[in-house]
């Protein structure tokens, strides 16, 4: 899930869902609310440790922050120098994600097409949206965290894509992020120069406010998720199933970059001198070319890797439900 929600288009809530821990994750979320605020204040850390799902909730993020910091170093790899390879499989892993959701929808009403149709539709007008300009704002930034995390939450809503359609992705998930791991290299070394450093300590407060935001938005949308889920499940997993199909024009493997330019033409690049982007220019394949086909085969092999997480879920949960009954 870290490394998922660190590229543009592609949700960690997919991951979530595929992997069949999503209703266990909303539902752990609304745990962290006034109650729990009352266990820690009081001290009592092993009923507040319980009470949240501490176990789940503790590996989930340490999985996500050792992947974002690692995982995700190879995604940037693989996305420079294998960009078409990449964006194949993630569009195969969503393609197989669409396949595993609806083949357990049991039901195909009138309301449920209507709510598919509204979710594709809104996941194609989100890809169809102009970016905005970069504003390092603090309240915009908090905002930015709010709206940001819905990559964790909301399945085929890509926080990273929401990030670039607001302007904010390079500041929050590059120049941020690496200010932050400078700065924790620093501490380890024990030289604390940066601190007269005001663009580190400006980038630093910017993660900092993302990071509060980012936490306000988690623990509110997993309560409204939480709601919608107990009271309109189906309509909420038609939904998803649209939101999911709808991002496929995001990550739709053959495009082109289009970089940000200043009044006078010129690149817009950001603290590593990398060139930002705006958006991308969508095209067909040329079937005459070889790599049309190796992306074929990463789609294939994009899907087959959703499939086989959906296999081992389906089996580890059979095992658990076999040694349930086997208990006297």
């Known amino acids: 899930m870290g490394a998922a929600n660190k590229v543009p288009g592609v949700s960690g809530g997919v991951v979530a869902f595929v992997a069949g821990f999503y209703e266990e994750f909303i539902y752990s979320l609304q745990k962290i609310n006034l109650k729990a605020g009352k266990l820690l204040i009081a001290g009592r850390f092993r009923s507040l440790y319980h009470y949240i799902n501490g176990k789940f909730l503790g590996l989930l993020i340490l999985g996500m922050l050792i992947s974002y910091f690692s995982v995700s170093k190879l995604?940037?790899?693989?996305?420079?120098?294998?960009?078409?390879?990449?964006?194949?499989?993630?569009?195969?892993?969503?393609?197989?994600?669409?396949?595993?959701?609806?083949?357990?929808?049991?039901?195909?009403?009138?309301?449920?097409?209507l709510f598919v149709t509204l979710g594709i539709i809104f996941g194609v007008a989100i890809s169809m949206l102009e970016p905005a300009r970069e504003n390092d704002n603090l309240w915009f930034v908090f905002f930015c965290g709010i709206i940001g995390v819905s990559g964790m939450t909301l399945p085929g809503l890509s926080g990273s894509f929401i990030l670039i359609l607001l302007g904010n992705y390079v500041l929050l998930l590059v120049d941020s992020v690496n200010a932050l791991y400078d700065t924790m290299a620093d501490i380890v070394s024990l030289d604390f120069s940066f601190t007269s450093n005001e663009s580190r300590m400006h980038?630093?407060?910017?993660?900092?406010?993302?990071?509060?935001?980012?936490?306000?938005?988690?623990?509110?949308?997993?309560?409204?998720?939480?709601?919608?889920?107990?009271?309109?499940?189906?309509?909420?997993?038609?939904?998803?199933?649209?939101?999911?199909?709808?991002?496929?024009?995001?990550?739709w493997p053959w495009k082109t970059k289009i970089y940000k330019t200043d009044e006078a033409g010129e690149y817009l690049i950001d603290s590593h001198g990398d060139k930002i982007i705006d958006n991308y220019n969508r095209f067909f394949p040329d079937f005459t070319d070889t790599e049309t086909y190796l992306a074929i085969f990463f789609i294939l092999v994009g899907i087959f890797i959703v499939l086989g997480l959906a296999f081992y879920e389906k089996r580890e949960h059979a095992r658990k439900q076999a040694k349930l009954e086997k208990r006297p």
Do not use: C, P
């Open 75 to 113: 995604l940037d790899y693989l996305i420079v120098h294998y960009e078409l390879y990449v964006w194949s499989a993630f569009f195969g892993m969503i393609i197989g994600s669409i396949y595993y959701i609806s083949k357990d929808f049991d039901e195909w009403s009138r309301r449920s097409i």
């Open 203 to 251: 980038l630093l407060q910017v993660m900092i406010v993302f990071a509060l935001g980012s936490l306000a938005g988690l623990v509110s949308l997993s309560h409204l998720l939480g709601f919608v889920l107990k009271n309109y499940k189906k309509d909420t997993f038609a939904t998803i199933i649209g939101f999911i199909t709808g991002s496929l024009g995001v990550v």
